[in-house]
């Protein structure tokens, strides 16, 4: 059976669901602890109040009146007074002497029925005498809770000469009543903001995920031999993080995909040289061999027309003979050897090798020493030379300038300059691939043979031209 999976956008928006869940129902339960809590306190003060209010009005009613705790005086003065108190103020009052005993109750029934005791503990007695103002109690019976406030009542002398007691029984059923009404408001207000508060976690996932979405979709349209777009984001933050990765990744695989497109193209010339020089080679020499054999066997007097002839075909031969040549140094270049040499007298030596075009070479280092393959530099210079030499228009007298210094990184910075056409732009992305040429002779295979050389040394090569005034070739290889 397959298991049932949540989405990515379900299970953010789920997440977000939850979360406003919680936090609901923690505030909630803190706002309610805090309305029961404040709400308790009205009570215990609106009994106080109601305690102060019966108080006044008693010592109002006994500020003429001479009487002290007499058990029968009292019960006599409060027998009808007692009932029109708690008649305007809507409270049960009892009268207990100052040894606890009840005397006189507005509602008899509450002392019969065991609600309100007959008679106050020491304990009682104790804390009421300690408490300078009233004291708030919580009582229990096996039906009921509720608060009851004592104090004492005192004469026109200021002497206690009772001690009146106020049960207050009503305050579960109005503090259920007020939490009712408050749990009802705030169900309905975390009601709508819940409503608000879900609508908006769902744009708000799907405003992530159709991001995340957006993204997928890229990397599914990746294809190496294609151009791919990168992706805007205008955001600073997690998701544009993971847009500049994709757009840095496009760098890359863009790059390894140029890298790899050259290699193959490479490899592909490599192969192609392989079976041209191959192709060629095998009938270059019977037909050498033939031609100056068909020269010393035919008849004398033919000689001059013969020579001519074969001196055209031997021509012709050694043309193809070194084109084949040039496949074949392409298509597999020697091992490089691993040895020191000095770079100075190498360029000079190559540069020697063409006096009627007076190069120019210029070092103000004398010991430059390199590691490598001194042969295969001299076959770099020479290219590079000969390509200096060629670039020069007919009408314009060459002038071939070589340099050559060590830089603080220890490598060897060497430059050929010229004073030719100049290369122009279309062309110089092409100037390193093996089928280009600019020139009406050669394979096109120099420059390419020149960087592998350089990169089998370790080094690289790059250009700077000028159109109508020149071209400089730079070799940076690594120094001991």
Same mark, same amino acid.
């Given at each position: 059976m397959k298991r049932f999976k949540l989405t990515l956008r379900a299970r953010i928006f789920m997440s977000m669901l939850l979360i406003i869940l919680v936090s609901f129902f923690i505030t909630g339960a803190i706002y309610f602890q805090h309305f029961k809590n404040e709400n308790e306190l009205y009570h215990q003060e609106r009994l106080k109040r109601k305690e102060y209010a019966i108080n006044e009005s008693i010592n109002y009613f006994l500020r003429d009146e001479s009487i002290g705790a007499e058990t029968d005086s009292i019960v006599m003065l409060f027998d009808t007074k007692i009932c029109e108190l708690a008649n305007i103020n809507s409270l049960d009052i009892n009268i207990y002497s100052l040894s606890g005993d009840m005397l006189i109750s507005s509602n008899p029934e509450l002392h019969e029925n065991h609600i309100v005791p007959d008679k106050l503990g020491r304990t009682m007695l104790n804390a009421i005498e300690r408490? !300078?103002?009233?004291l708030l109690v919580k009582r229990k019976t096996d039906t009921m809770e509720y608060l009851s406030t004592y104090d004492y009542v005192h004469n026109s002398n200021n002497e206690p000469i009772a001690i009146i007691n106020l049960p207050y029984f009503?305050?579960?059923?109005?503090?259920?009543? @007020?939490? +009712?009404?408050?749990?009802?408001? &705030?169900?309905?207000?975390?009601?709508?903001?819940?409503?608000?508060?879900?609508?908006?976690?769902?744009?708000?996932?799907n405003y992530i995920t159709s991001s995340l979405k957006a993204v997928g979709q890229k990397l599914k349209s990746i294809r190496i031999n294609e151009t791919n777009v990168p992706l805007k984001w205008k955001f600073?933050?997690?998701?544009?993080?993971?847009?500049?990765?994709? =757009?840095?990744?496009?760098?890359?695989? +863009?790059?390894?995909?140029?890298i790899l497109a050259k290699t193959e193209r490479e490899s592909a010339w490599r192969e192609m040289a392989k079976q041209v020089a191959h192709e060629i080679? =095998?009938?270059?020499? !019977? %037909?050498?061999? =033939?031609?100056?054999?068909?020269?010393?066997?035919l008849k004398t007097e033919q000689s001059e027309k013969l020579r001519e002839f074969t001196e055209s %075909?031997?021509?012709?031969?050694?043309?193809?003979?070194?084109?084949a040549e040039a496949f074949s140094r392409f298509a597999s270049m020697p091992e490089l050897k691993s040895e020191e040499f000095g770079?100075?007298?190498?360029?000079?030596?190559?540069?020697a090798l063409y006096p009627e075009y007076n190069i120019q070479f210029?070092? +103000?280092?004398? @010991?430059?020493? &390199?590691?490598?393959?001194k042969d295969q530099l001299v076959r770099v210079m020479n290219n590079l030379i000969n390509n200096a030499i060629q670039a020069v228009p007919e009408e314009r007298?060459?002038?071939?300038?070589?340099?050559?210094?060590?830089?603080? @990184?220890?490598?060897?910075?060497?430059?050929?300059?010229?004073?030719?056409?100049?290369? !122009?732009?279309?062309?110089?992305?092409?100037?390193?691939?093996?089928?280009?040429?600019?020139?009406?002779?050669g394979m096109g295979l120099g420059l390419a043979m020149v960087k592998n050389i350089i990169n089998g040394f370790g080094g690289e090569i790059w250009f700077e031209t000028e159109l109508g005034k020149g071209t400089t070739f730079y070799i940076s290889l690594p120094g001991t």
């Open positions: 408490k !300078p103002e009233q009503d305050t579960k059923s109005i503090h259920e009543k @007020d939490q +009712e009404k408050f749990l009802m408001r &705030l169900s309905q207000t975390y009601f709508f903001l819940f409503i608000i508060a879900g609508v908006i976690a769902y744009f708000l996932s600073d933050d997690e998701i544009g993080a993971l847009v500049d990765e994709y =757009n840095r990744m496009l760098e890359e695989l +863009e790059a390894s995909a140029a080679k =095998n009938p270059l020499t !019977p %037909m050498r061999l =033939n031609v100056q054999h068909l020269e010393k066997t %075909m031997i021509s012709q031969i050694d043309t193809l003979s070194g084109i770079a100075r007298e190498i360029i000079q030596r190559t540069a210029h070092t +103000e280092d004398k @010991d430059i020493l &390199l590691k490598g393959d007298e060459p002038e071939i300038r070589i340099g050559m210094k060590k830089r603080e @990184d220890h490598t060897v910075l060497i430059s050929v300059s010229d004073n030719g056409s100049g290369i !122009p732009d279309e062309q110089k992305d092409k100037i390193f691939e093996p089928r280009f040429t600019t020139k009406t002779k």
